[in-house]
C-alpha cells in the first residue's frame, strides 16, 4: 500500500481507510517506519504468497517423486523449494481425489500457512466460516460456488499453531503439455484451501 497518494484514500474501501488511518497516526508518532511497513507488505504480496504454494502443487502434478515426499513429510518437501518461515513450520499436505475432497479451516483463530499461501483471505477468519464449514461443508462450499458430486465424500481439517494444511486440488484435464510454470497458473488460493478447484485452462 503506498503512503504518497492521500489523495486516493476517498477511493478505499472501509478497512483499508481504517488502516491507512491508524498507519499515519503510529508514523506521525514515529512508532513505525513506513518503509519498514512497505517493505513487510511487499514480501507479503510478492514473496510470501500463494504464487508458492502454487509452485509446490504444480511440482507435485508433474514429479511423482516429490508429490509422495510431499505426503510423507510436506514440511521438508516444502523447504527443499525455499519456502519456509513464519506460520509454516509444521505443514501437511492433503490430496483432492475423485473420492475425497479436502478442506482446510482453523475453529480457534486464523492459524493458516502464510509461507506458502499468503495473509489469510478476510473470510476465512469470519466466525461464520470457521463454524459452518465443520458442521455443514457442502453447503459452504456450495456458496463458493463449488457443488460437489454427492458420492465425493468432504474433509474437513482443522488447522492449530502446531499444523497447518495444504490442498493439493486435482489436476485438470487438458494439462498434459503444460509447463510447471504454465501449471502453477492454474491453481487458486481457493483451491488450496479447498474452496474451489485448479482453474480449467483456457
Given at each position: 500500500?503506498?503512503?504518497?497518494?492521500?489523495?486516493h484514500d476517498n477511493h478505499l474501501d472501509p478497512?483499508?481507510?481504517?488502516?491507512?488511518?491508524?498507519?499515519?497516526?503510529?508514523?506521525?508518532?514515529?512508532?513505525?517506519?513506513?518503509?519498514?511497513?512497505?517493505?513487510?507488505?511487499?514480501?507479503?504480496?510478492?514473496?510470501?504468497?500463494?504464487q508458492n504454494g502454487a509452485a509446490?502443487?504444480?511440482?507435485?502434478?508433474?514429479?511423482?517423486?516429490?508429490?509422495?515426499?510431499?505426503?510423507?513429510?510436506?514440511?521438508?518437501?516444502?523447504?527443499?523449494?525455499?519456502?519456509?518461515?513464519?506460520?509454516?513450520?509444521?505443514?501437511?499436505?492433503?490430496?483432492?481425489?475423485?473420492?475425497?475432497?479436502?478442506?482446510?479451516?482453523?475453529?480457534?483463530?486464523?492459524?493458516?500457512?502464510?509461507?506458502?499461501?499468503?495473509?489469510?483471505?478476510?473470510?476465512?477468519?469470519?466466525?461464520?466460516?470457521?463454524?459452518?464449514?465443520?458442521?455443514?461443508?457442502?453447503?459452504?462450499?456450495?456458496?463458493?460456488?463449488?457443488?460437489?458430486?454427492?458420492?465425493?465424500?468432504?474433509?474437513?481439517?482443522?488447522?492449530?499453531?502446531?499444523?497447518?494444511?495444504?490442498?493439493?486440488?486435482?489436476?485438470?484435464?487438458?494439462?498434459?503439455?503444460?509447463?510447471?510454470?504454465?501449471?502453477?497458473?492454474?491453481?487458486?488460493?481457493?483451491?488450496?484451501?479447498?474452496?474451489?478447484?485448479?482453474?480449467?485452462?483456457?
Amino acid at each position: 500500500m503506498p503512503h504518497d497518494h492521500p489523495d486516493h484514500d476517498n477511493h478505499l474501501d472501509p478497512m483499508d481507510a481504517r488502516v491507512r488511518a491508524l498507519e499515519t497516526i503510529l508514523a506521525e508518532k514515529g512508532l513505525i517506519d513506513t518503509a519498514a511497513v512497505d517493505a513487510i507488505i511487499d514480501t507479503y504480496a510478492h514473496k510470501v504468497g500463494p504464487q508458492n504454494g502454487a509452485a509446490v502443487v504444480a511440482r507435485a502434478w508433474t514429479d511423482p517423486a516429490f508429490a509422495d515426499w510431499l505426503r510423507r513429510d510436506a514440511t521438508a518437501a516444502i523447504a527443499s523449494m525455499g519456502f519456509t518461515g513464519r506460520q509454516g513450520e509444521h505443514m501437511q499436505a492433503v490430496f483432492n481425489t475423485p473420492a475425497q475432497h479436502n478442506v482446510i479451516v482453523c475453529t480457534l483463530c486464523s492459524c493458516y500457512p502464510w509461507t506458502v499461501m499468503g495473509l489469510p483471505p478476510a473470510w476465512y477468519k469470519s466466525p461464520s466460516y470457521r463454524s459452518r464449514v465443520v458442521i455443514e461443508p457442502r453447503a459452504v462450499l456450495a456458496e463458493f460456488g463449488l457443488t460437489l458430486p454427492e458420492d465425493t465424500a468432504i474433509r474437513v481439517w482443522d488447522s492449530t499453531a502446531e499444523l497447518r494444511y495444504l490442498v493439493v486440488p486435482m489436476r485438470p484435464e487438458g494439462t498434459s503439455g503444460m509447463t510447471p510454470g504454465e501449471l502453477a497458473g492454474l491453481v487458486t488460493r481457493e483451491s488450496m484451501i479447498g474452496t474451489g478447484l485448479a482453474r480449467v485452462p483456457q
